[in-house]
């Protein structure tokens, strides 16, 4: 059974950091990983997905030079490291992976983590 569980999450004032995990149970052959956030009364959004094929990435605009996703076989866990962080960062954010591309970035995505929740204050 597939079980993706995210932690890492926190309250950081503007400018620090944080790392996210995701940690993929039960599941090691997905076609892509990647990180999404929602905001209150905002829709979800993608921020990082990353390709296990070849370790490739995409980043939505918004995050692209502060935000890297990144893999550790090992362990199976996928990470999102954030830097810089901004007010507008503050969210839960949701790992979620999908088995086979559909040829959207950010669709098809069939499994996801029940969230961990990000507050950046100013």
């Known amino acids: 059974q597939v079980q993706l569980t995210e932690s890492g999450g926190g309250s950081v004032q503007a400018g620090g950091s944080l790392r996210l995990s995701c940690s993929a149970s039960?599941?090691?052959?997905?076609?892509?990983i990647a990180w999404f956030r929602q905001a209150p009364g905002k829709e979800r959004e993608g921020v990082a997905v990353?390709?296990?094929?070849?370790?490739?990435?995409s980043y939505a605009d918004s995050v692209k030079g502060r935000f890297t996703i990144s893999r550790d076989d090992a362990s199976n866990t996928v990470y999102l490291q954030m830097n810089s962080l901004k007010p507008e960062d503050t969210a839960m954010y949701y790992c979620?992976?999908?088995?086979?591309?559909?040829?959207?970035?950010?669709?098809?995505?069939?499994?996801w983590g029940r969230g961990t929740q990000v507050t950046i204050s100013s």
């Open positions: 979620a992976a999908k088995p086979y591309t559909t040829g959207q970035t950010w669709g098809g995505f069939h499994h």
């Open positions: 990353l390709y296990r094929a070849d370790s490739s990435s």
């Open positions: 039960g599941y090691t052959n997905y076609y892509a």
